[in-house]
């Protein structure tokens, strides 16, 4: 375990459905991410938090949406998806401005849309 | 645009073996460059560098940032079948949160 949790690791949802991403850490860390990994391509940043403020939204659709209601939690909504929304969507978190170790990264969810 | 590249993007060698993972950067407002492993899923911290010329060491694990050439390498020596795994190399923007820029990875497999 890496102090970072997402739930649930593995997902299918068709079309229409709405559902939810959790992220959950306990490192006392104030910044938190949401990545998109999909095969043959580098991660893809979404949505940066610091300090529960959002302070980054790559150009992401608007069927994706995040909310980070405490430093310790972070949520990805997701509604109306598209089967090329299918990835691994990775979580991470860090100390913000003492930047000594890079991210701590949670083991995904991996996200099939039918 | 802000663009890490790694190469190769996939290499099968036997155990024992030494390897060098390249990945090269063109991005504006350079702190550090990140390396991680991905085996299955969480990919886990391996090096930070910041300096140009200073050998970071694990083990058998090595790398060294050139600031110049705006490059890095990852060297693994005596590799064994653990080391099998995606290496992802990440550069940080000096630009409020940590933001990561993330190259497509090298796929690394040692045959026994």
């Known amino acids: 375990e890496t ?26 860390h104030n910044a938190m991410y949401w ?27 608007s069927r994706f949406s995040p909310e980070c209601p ?9 509604h109306t998806l598209q089967p090329e929304d299918s990835a691994l969507y990775l979580c ?12 701590t990264f949670g083991s995904g969810t991996r996200l099939t849309v039918v | 645009e802000d663009k890490v ?8 060698v036997h155990e024992g073996d030494t390897v060098t993972l390249n990945c090269s950067y063109e991005v504006t407002n350079f702190r550090s460059l990140l390396w991680y492993k991905q085996e299955k899923k969480a990919p886990t911290f391996l090096f930070m560098l910041t300096s140009s010329g200073i ?15 705006l490059f890095s390498i990852l060297n693994i020596t005596a590799t064994q079948t653990g080391d099998s795994a995606v290496y992802l190399c990440a550069v940080d923007l000096m630009r409020g949160a940590q933001k990561l820029v993330f190259g497509q990875g090298t796929r690394l497999t040692i045959n026994p």
Not at chain 2, 5 to 12: D, H, K, R
Request: with cysteine; glycine share 6%; hydrophobic share 30%.
């Open chain 1, 70 to 78: 405490n430093s310790s939690h972070l949520f990805l909504h997701l």
């Open chain 2, 5 to 12: 590249v790694q190469s190769p993007l996939s290499l099968v």
């Open chain 2, 55 to 69: 050998e970071k060491k694990s083990g058998r694990l090595s790398s060294i940032l050139d600031k110049k050439e």
């Open chain 1, 3 to 28: 102090g970072v949790t997402q739930t649930p690791r593995h997902l299918v949802m068709g079309m229409t459905n709405k559902k939810s991403l959790k992220c959950e850490q306990h490192l006392g």
């Open chain 1, 35 to 61: 990545y998109k990994q999909s095969a043959k391509k580098p991660l893809e940043l979404m949505f940066v938090y610091s300090l529960e403020e959002r302070v980054e939204n790559n150009s992401v659709p």
């Open chain 1, 92 to 103: 991470a978190s860090s100390r913000g401005s003492l930047r000594l170790e890079g991210y």
